[in-house]
């Protein structure tokens, strides 16, 4: 999961991809500029919210919010969100003008319970700067026209694309897990269903939703409780949302949303990883079992429980090397593309598409290599089913799915479920325990993926609905449970990832000379949601096009997202970095203020954590409880880990306030570490150019001016090295040790200090005081170029 929020959303991390690492939050104002209203916690005390919304700390707010309120916190979020609700162009005082202000005043003094939330007081937007900009654009309505349609339309096809390549991955997942009964037509219909919904009456329609990969786990573990409770699947799936939605509502409407905010990075990381290890398991698992590695025949079950029993051939053989192929050609494909931002190739606007698109790509180039001639060799026999290599030898097994789509549920069922029909009262409440279990799941999963998608480097002008929005999720689960379809909840990366792509940025560079994306304007509306749910409907009668996708090549895709959440999960980062010389880590604030035993010791503990909960998911009989060890992982750290290690360590081994910015730059240097090896040592200080030949060649060469490119004297009256500064210039990440700063600058006073005594010049160069805020604040070659610390001017 993902992808860190700033300060006052800092207990929560989630894995972004590469190219979102390089973007921080715009400068914002601490006093409530407007674009900080998306970030207070759930239920905001409407008295401390007054004005502005998203003026108060999340500190302040967690202490004056009473964990139990009923409806309070719904009541706030639809004040809050009412005045936008309309076709306007804007949303001055609710459409209303200044009469309804007034009348909102006079019910907000005459109110001791719930003062009004006047959203007309917000007049003034500061820019990054922190300068009060001379107008302000209040937000449009959510159905207002956008302004800038193209933004909204590439962001509703983008949506879309995101989506529905893992929907299809995960309903091929639950697919083999339920026997067929929930597959690629149930998938797809409760994306559209449920988007339709949330789209329509959610405080915040920015959040898609969507089948996420725990949810195809949940349901898979869980599939076996029907016959232990002598019931029917469906009567008994249908309890199970019917529980499920009646929990997400209660909490809703009692507070207990607010609970998410006791979530920390400790816990995040685990369930990150946990992810990250079940999504490549299953990936391989389905990758290689088609291989058959033994000559052991199997039994395919036909239809009615009727097996039949195959021996293994080479043709069979054969199609399953050739399904692991495609897969490890898409997962190579799409992993390569997800960093195209960052090459040197192709224009910005070309990779800026190859890294949005990469899973798009990955699977049409991966189908149309399956059908070179050759290697698919089906022979189309009508005994058997073409996409089924056990019983169609030499078949590459492609998405079973009936092309095309008569309309008809993938089982043998009606679309409306008799929730009294083959299940008895044991197996109505003992639906209760996987229904507990999603309210377990979404509570974290979905609050997660809201607070993500109303970060504040978004710039979002209205404010959040927490409590609302998990009502109507709540409501999300009575249409699947009389369909039969799989609930959903809001995704990660995606949700973030569509609310980027509302927005207009552009580059500014910091204080510190560092270049970094700002958000100047949101779309903030209701169309591209609703438009992606709408297309998910579209989809369904697709289904020839989707036919075509070879299976090897969606487990190649699932494989890859398991690679992208360690890519940027810290337990991973913190593991690699065990087998790195210690004087070659990057000084990240774990590394260079906890001590390394500490921090291989709580390593080990979220590791020990996530694998366990992976084998109880995998493998135990109740694999289905692993939400509910999940979420006792909060408990563990506040009560048990707070106690056996110290308060300073605890405060970098899981930083709860650390800034999105500050996570980021963290990022940046660990990836550079290992994918280029940039640690600095004495050695390499010693003999700058035997390094030339290594990852960081160029930049330790920087410590060596001695070169024959350089031009004549300039200004300072000696030597320019072009090639140092063009090489200054292009490295942005030197990542030295401060004490190693502070040597390296120093030793050059002292050495100009000597050459002018010598010279009985009067000029002293003094030394760098150790709290010079340019020392600890930043890593870029700007800054380090203004402390003289790389040769831009030296004397040969």
Request: charged share 20%; proline share 6%.
């Amino acid at each position: 999961m993902p992808p860190k929020t700033d300060a006052d959303a800092g207990a929560i991390e989630v894995p972004l991809p590469d190219h979102e690492l390089g973007i921080a939050n715009a400068k914002e104002d601490d006093e409530g500029a407007p674009n900080d209203e998306e970030s207070p916690p759930p239920a905001a005390n409407a008295n401390a919210n007054e004005g502005n919304p998203g003026a108060i700390a999340v500190a302040e707010k967690e202490e004056d919010e009473k964990l139990f309120s009923f409806l309070t916190g719904m009541k706030n979020d639809l004040i809050a969100r009412k005045p936008y609700y309309n076709f306007k162009l804007d949303c001055k005082g609710g459409g209303n003008g200044d009469n309804n202000n007034n009348k909102k005043k006079k019910n907000a003094d005459n109110d001791n319970d719930v003062p009004r939330i006047d959203v007309i007081d917000i007049v003034s937007s500061t820019t990054s700067n922190g300068n009060e900009s001379s107008s302000y654009e209040p937000p449009r309505g959510d159905w207002s026209i956008p302004k800038n349609f193209f933004t909204v339309f590439n962001a509703t096809i983008f949506a879309f694309v995101i989506q529905l390549i893992p929907a299809l991955i995960f309903a091929e997942l639950m697919d083999r897990q339920t026997d067929g009964n929930l597959a690629t037509a149930e998938t797809l219909l409760s994306s559209a269903i449920i988007g339709v919904i949330y789209a329509i009456f959610s405080g915040q329609p920015l959040v898609i939703m969507g089948i996420t990969g725990p949810v195809s786990l949940l349901l898979g573990t869980s599939y076996g409780l029907a016959a232990q409770f002598n019931s029917s699947y469906f009567p008994f799936f249908f309890w199970i949302c019917v529980w499920a939605g009646l929990m997400h509502i209660i909490s809703a409407m009692t507070g207990l949303v607010s609970l998410v905010w006791k979530v920390t990075p400790f816990t995040t990381q685990i369930f990150e990883l946990f992810i990250a290890i079940t999504f490549a398991y299953s990936a391989l698992r389905d990758l290689i079992v088609p291989i058959h590695l033994t000559d052991s025949p199997i039994h395919v079950e036909v239809e009615n429980g009727i097996s039949i029993r195959i021996e293994i051939t080479s043709a069979m053989r054969s199609a399953g090397y050739a399904s692991f192929f495609i897969g490890l050609l898409t997962c190579y494909i799409a992993w390569s593309l997800h960093f195209a931002e960052t090459w040197l190739f192709f224009p910005k606007q070309v990779r800026v598409f190859l890294t949005s698109y990469n899973t798009l790509i990955a699977v049409v180039f991966a189908t149309a290599f399956s059908y070179i001639p050759g290697l698919d060799q089906s022979q189309n026999n009508d005994d058997f089913p073409t996409n089924n290599p056990t019983a169609n030898p030499g078949g590459i097994e492609r998405v079973n799915v009936i092309a095309p789509w008569d309309w008809k549920p993938t089982a043998d069922r009606s679309w409306i479920v008799n929730p009294l029909e083959g299940i008895g009262v044991e197996g109505i409440f003992g639906a209760l325990i996987p229904g507990f279990m999603f309210f377990l799941l979404f509570i974290i999963d979905h609050n997660v993926s809201s607070i993500l998608t109303q970060s504040p480097k978004f710039n979002l002008k209205k404010p959040p609905a927490y409590h609302w929005d998990f009502f109507v999720l709540g409501i999300t689960f009575f249409p699947c449970a009389i369909l039969g379809l799989p609930p959903g909840n809001g995704l990660i990366p995606q949700a973030p990832l569509h609310a980027r792509a509302l927005c207009t940025r552009k580059m500014e560079t910091d204080q510190y000379g560092v270049k970094r994306e700002v958000v100047t304007y949101c779309e903030e509306q209701r169309w591209s949601a609703l438009g992606q749910a709408v297309l998910m409907f579209v989809a369904l009668s697709a289904f020839t096009v989707i036919s075509w996708i070879p299976t090897g090549c969606l487990f190649g895709l699932l494989l890859y997202l398991g690679m992208s959440a360690l890519h940027g999960n810290e337990i991973w980062e913190r593991l690699l970095l065990c087998f790195v010389y210690s004087h070659k880590r990057p000084k990240i604030p774990v590394v260079r203020y906890v001590k390394w035993s500490t921090v291989q010791i709580w390593t080990i503990i979220q590791l020990i954590c996530a694998i366990s909960i992976w084998a109880v998911g995998q493998y135990a009989s109740v694999g289905y409880i692993y939400p509910l060890l999940l979420v006792l992982l909060v408990p563990i750290r506040s009560m048990i880990l707070e106690r056996l290690f110290q308060k300073n360590d605890l405060k970098h081994l899981d930083p709860v306030d650390e800034s999105e910015e500050e996570f980021h730059d963290e990022q940046r240097m660990v990836h550079h570490i290992m994918q280029k090896g940039s640690g600095v040592d004495e050695e390499d200080l010693a003999f700058p150019t035997r390094a030339e030949f290594r990852g960081q060649g160029m930049k330790r060469a920087l410590m060596n001016t001695n070169r024959r490119h350089s031009i004549g004297p300039g200004s300072t009256g000696h030597h320019d090295d072009v090639l140092a500064v063009e090489v200054a210039k292009a490295c942005i990440d030197l990542n030295l040790d401060d004490s190693i700063k502070m040597n390296m600058i120093n030793s050059e006073m002292r050495a100009r200090n000597n050459a002018n005594a010598s010279a009985n010049a009067n000029v002293v160069y003094r030394q760098i005081d150790t709290d010079d805020p340019r020392m600890k604040a930043s890593t870029s070659i700007t800054d380090l170029m203004a402390l003289n610390n790389l040769g831009a001017s030296k004397q040969l």
